[in-house]
């Protein structure tokens, strides 16, 4: 059975306007385009209450770092109280929207995802051998760089809030 190392687990939150469709697939691209996931969306949901509405979304991505290792993400996506609103910049009204906004990354790493030393027990015991004295520092090396990539996609979601925010 493949192992899966749960590494990364974060959160922020962010209340203003922000114009949600352009920062959905401001989302989307970036995991896609900078870290090469495969993203599909488990769950899409909107509840609406008068002129506001409630989404959740789930996405969860997969990319195949090495035949051994596989980088595993989920991103969830919590808006309260979305509404459409108008806001005049530099003369100029824009529509965008105002509303809460919850944003939860947990990142994995799953080691023997083909269960390549999984059909024995010796091969189990090969594995741990394997993983402790021939690629520990490689483990590591994935390790930071699934942290790294899940923090980063934090950072830029918040910074794409903070700058639409303030425009």
Same mark, same amino acid.
């Given at each position: 059975?493949?192992?899966?190392?749960?590494?990364?687990?974060?959160?922020?939150?962010?209340?203003?306007?922000?114009?949600?469709?352009?920062?959905?697939?401001?989302?989307?691209?970036?995991?896609?385009?900078?870290?090469?996931?495969?993203?599909?969306?488990?769950?899409?949901?909107?509840?609406?209450?008068?002129?506001?509405?409630? @989404? #959740?979304?789930?996405?969860? =991505?997969?990319?195949?770092?090495?035949?051994?290792? /596989? !980088? *595993?993400?989920?991103?969830?996506? $919590?808006?309260?109280?979305?509404?459409?609103?108008?806001?005049?910049?530099?003369?100029?009204?824009?529509?965008?929207?105002?509303?809460? @906004? #919850?944003?939860?990354?947990? =990142?994995?790493?799953?080691?023997?995802?083909?269960? /390549? !030393? *999984?059909?024995?027990?010796?091969? $189990?015991?090969?594995?741990?051998?394997?993983?402790?004295?021939?690629?520990?520092?490689?483990?590591?090396?994935?390790?930071?760089?699934? @942290?790294?990539?899940?923090?980063?996609?934090?950072?830029?979601?918040?910074?794409?809030?903070?700058? *639409?925010?303030?425009?």
């Amino acid at each position: 059975m493949p192992e899966k190392d749960k590494l990364f687990s974060n959160k922020m939150k962010y209340d203003g306007f922000f114009p949600f469709e352009k920062f959905y697939q401001f989302c989307y691209g970036w995991l896609t385009d900078e870290t090469g996931l495969f993203l599909s969306e488990k769950k899409y949901k909107e509840k609406l209450s008068g002129d506001s509405k409630n @989404i #959740e979304v789930e996405w969860s =991505g997969i990319k195949e770092l090495t035949d051994y290792f /596989k !980088f *595993e993400m989920e991103v969830n996506f $919590k808006v309260i109280g979305l509404t459409s609103t108008e806001i005049t910049n530099d003369g100029k009204k824009t529509k965008t929207n105002k509303g809460s @906004i #919850e944003i939860t990354v947990k =990142g994995n790493l799953i080691r023997d995802y083909k269960g /390549k !030393f *999984e059909k024995t027990a010796f091969q $189990k015991f090969l594995r741990g051998v394997y993983e402790k004295s021939v690629i520990a520092s490689r483990i590591e090396q994935m390790q930071g760089k699934i @942290i790294s990539e899940c923090d980063e996609f934090l950072a830029q979601a918040k910074a794409y809030l903070d700058l *639409e925010g303030k425009r």
